[in-house]
């Protein structure tokens, strides 16, 4: 079973910036997409942005031109770098994997959620 962890939430002054790392563990064969996404408060979850096998790259439209996704599929890795960080930008974000993974002598697709982890932009 394919299990991403996420790190590196925490408290950060308006203006500053926070870099947050994915790490799936599990039998992977191949990534479809690796992606961050966010929920705050009283609000559902939205994305923020998403690798997409082939190199494309999607990201939500309040975060464009301050945030970079960035894969390392080859270390089951994908970083989210968060510059210029608003307050509103304060929410817990997840991370979320699909591809195909080994399971016995087949294979099978898989879509996996992290726990999520707290991002407060606060002075």
């Known amino acids: 079973q394919v299990q991403p962890a996420e790190s590196g939430g925490g408290l950060a002054q308006p203006g500053g910036s926070l870099r947050l790392s994915c790490v799936a563990s599990?039998?992977?064969?191949?990534?479809?997409?690796m992606g961050w996404y966010r929920q705050a408060p009283g609000k559902t979850r939205e994305v923020v942005a998403v690798?997409?096998?082939?190199?494309?790259?999607n990201y939500g439209d309040s975060v464009k031109d301050r945030f970079i996704i960035a894969e390392d599929s080859a270390n089951n890795t994908v970083y989210l770098h968060m510059n210029s960080l608003k307050p509103e930008d304060t929410a817990v974000y997840y991370c979320?994997?699909?591809?195909?993974?080994?399971?016995?002598?087949?294979?099978?697709?898989?879509?996996?959620w992290g726990q999520g982890t707290q991002v407060t932009v606060s002075s």
């Open positions: 979320h994997v699909s591809g195909t993974e080994l399971v016995g002598s087949g294979q099978q697709y898989f879509t996996s």
């Open positions: 599990g039998n992977i064969l191949r990534f479809n997409t």
């Open positions: 690798w997409t096998r082939g190199g494309y790259t």
